[in-house]
């Protein structure tokens, strides 16, 4: 890495020690979790939740060995990849979008994210499908975004997601669009109760989904308080954000 077309680093070079530092525990937390679920830890990749904090943290992170990162908002997410690519141009990271997506983004969010990892309803499908096509020249990747809120009648609950029932529709529509490509499926664990159960419950919807779709392999679960429970119930992927970058104000999603 040549120094002078690095300025993320000219900027706060103790900012690049404080994130080296927290990339450290955090990747040592994935390896124990692994190994102690029999796994290698090379098949758990990290996603770095990188919503409210500067373009320049994100090529820090990009310096440190970080090869994806994951965004919320759209707004902020254009801007700050937009920011990353006039930086590093085509080796920067991978971009996640992790965030409940209008409609009427979608044209906004296939132009620089790789992998859009909150697809929860048909008609999200056929504008991402319709807006790939138009923008894209390599399909899109995306994860179908499973609830697993419990006791909760009718819709799922404000974090989004498809029912576990109606996920095996949503992903025959995405495997039937050209500009999609399927990649597996992702979840946030319920609020303030034991993520396991919620984790194995994933678990079994990726089983069967991988078992109709054999391409579909990523499991996305897993955030700073829960990875090794999702770890445990295997994750591929964990979205860590606080534990790596730092707390965000509240509100922040
Ligand atoms: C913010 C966010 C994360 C990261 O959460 P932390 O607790 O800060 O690690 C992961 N996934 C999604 C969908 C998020 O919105």
């Known amino acids: 890495m040549t120094e002078p077309a ?7 070079p103790g900012r690049r020690a404080a994130l080296a530092e927290r990339l450290a525990t955090v990747t040592a937390r994935i390896a124990t979790a692994a190994r102690a679920a029999g796994r290698d830890p090379a098949d758990v990749s990290l996603v770095a939740v990188t919503k409210t904090f500067p373009a320049a943290d994100v090529v820090h992170l990009r310096a440190l060995g970080v090869t994806d990162v994951a965004e919320n908002r759209d707004q902020e997410a254009a801007a700050k990849a937009a920011e990353v690519i006039a930086v590093l141009g085509a080796g920067g990271p991978r971009w996640h979008f992790v965030g409940r997506l209008q409609r009427n ?62 996920v095996p529709r949503i992903a025959d529509a995405v495997a039937a669009a050209p500009a999609l490509r399927l990649a597996g499926v ?14 194995a419950g994933l678990a079994a919807v990726a089983e069967r989904l991988h078992h109709d779709h054999p391409e579909a392999s990523v499991v996305s679960a897993g955030m700073s308080g ?15 954000g606080t534990a790596l970058l730092g707390g965000r104000p509240p509100l922040s999603g």
């Open 186 to 199: 992702m979840a946030v664990a319920p609020y303030g109760a034991d993520p396991g159960p919620a984790f």
């Open 105 to 166: 983004k979608a044209r906004s969010v296939v132009r620089y994210a790789d992998v859009v990892e909150s697809v929860d309803r048909p008609e999200l499908v056929q504008a991402l499908a319709a807006a790939a096509g138009q923008h894209r020249s390599t399909p899109l990747d995306v994860l179908v975004q499973v609830s697993l809120e419990v006791g909760v009648a009718g819709a799922p609950a404000g974090r989004g997601g498809a029912g576990p029932a109606d």
């Open 6 to 12: 690095d300025p993320g680093r000219r900027a706060d």
């Open 226 to 240: 829960d990875l090794e429970a999702a770890v445990a119930h295997g994750a591929t992927h964990v979205r860590v």
